[in-house]
Every structure is written in structure tokens, then in C-alpha cells.
């Protein structure tokens, strides 16, 4: 399977899971998943607060509360604000890890209370969170794209001059 971001055509990416890359590690894989949030380009990026609470919530969620807690390696921003990246352990697809993510948007979506680690002496910038529109876009992403995922919401878009 070919998996390389080079080629994927950000004009016409949707919101949705798509595996970025799988990594040979010693015996294993790793599966980088792209979390796409926001489409490229044409949606507004989510504000640094927000991302920064999602990857606050969304570590504590696949490293603590998942089915997934002994294959999850990373979760963190995208530079964009577009997503999240999500790299477990296995040689996985989209459909394999589909159920876990809409738990994880709903355990976001529903959250309440102190967002884990936002204190100083556990985050490099513990005032920049925003749990408020955390809640609101985890609950868009969820409500309308992981619950109506097509195609088109898993399989990247190739560009043809590339
Ligand atoms: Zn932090």
C-alpha cells in the first residue's frame, strides 16, 4: 500500500481518518493515522488553545481509558491546526481503529472537570486551553464525519500531476 503524504491532494481532502504512513520497527509496524478535522485550506484551523486541549485529553483517553492504551505510542497537533496525528502499534486500516476514535471524540465532546496535566509543572503552556470549543468542535468532528464516514472520509485523494 502506498502511503507516502507527498502525493495526497490537500485541495480536495476531506474531513476524516486516513493512514498517513506505516513504519517497519524491528518486528512490528507502526500506524500513523491523520485525523483530519478540518479540510485543508477551505475550513478555519482550530484555534492553538484547542488543539493543545485535544492533545491534552486525547493522550490521557488512548494512553489510560482505551481498548487501544497498549498500542498507542503518539497523539499530537498537526503544525496546520487542521488535525491530529495518532500512531498506534499493528499494521492497521482506518476501519480497524474507527470505533475507538468516535469514543474518543465522545469522551472529549462530554468532558468535564480539570483537563489532565493543565497545571505548570506538567505543560509547557498550562493557561493555553480551551476545554469550552474543545468540546464543541470534538462533538462537529464526531456528530458529522466519524458517524457518516464514506470513502472519501478514509481513502486519500491522489494528486494527478504529482
Ligand atoms: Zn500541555
Request: glycine fraction near 8%; proline fraction near 2%; include cysteine.
Amino acid at each position: 500500500m502506498d502511503v507516502t503524504s507527498f502525493g495526497i491532494d490537500h485541495d480536495r481532502l476531506l474531513r476524516g481518518i486516513y493512514v498517513s504512513r506505516k513504519d517497519q520497527v524491528g518486528d512490528g509496524v507502526l500506524t500513523t493515522f491523520d485525523v483530519r478535522m478540518k479540510e485543508p485550506n477551505r475550513q478555519m484551523v482550530m484555534d492553538t488553545s484547542v488543539m493543545h486541549t485535544i492533545e491534552h485529553l486525547m493522550a490521557v483517553y488512548f494512553r489510560e481509558k482505551s481498548d487501544w492504551k497498549d498500542e498507542t505510542i503518539y497523539v499530537g497537533p498537526m503544525g496546520c491546526r487542521t488535525g491530529m496525528y495518532v500512531i498506534f502499534k499493528g499494521d492497521l486500516e482506518v476501519e480497524d481503529v474507527l470505533d475507538a476514535m468516535k469514543k474518543a471524540f465522545a469522551y472529549m465532546e462530554n468532558f468535564e472537570g480539570e483537563i489532565p496535566a493543565a497545571r505548570s509543572n506538567m505543560c509547557g503552556n498550562y493557561l493555553d486551553h480551551n476545554l469550552g470549543i474543545t468540546r464543541i468542535e470534538c462533538g462537529i468532528f464526531l456528530h458529522e464525519v466519524l458517524e457518516h464516514m464514506t470513502k472519501e472520509n478514509m481513502e486519500y485523494p491522489k494528486q494527478n500531476r504529482f
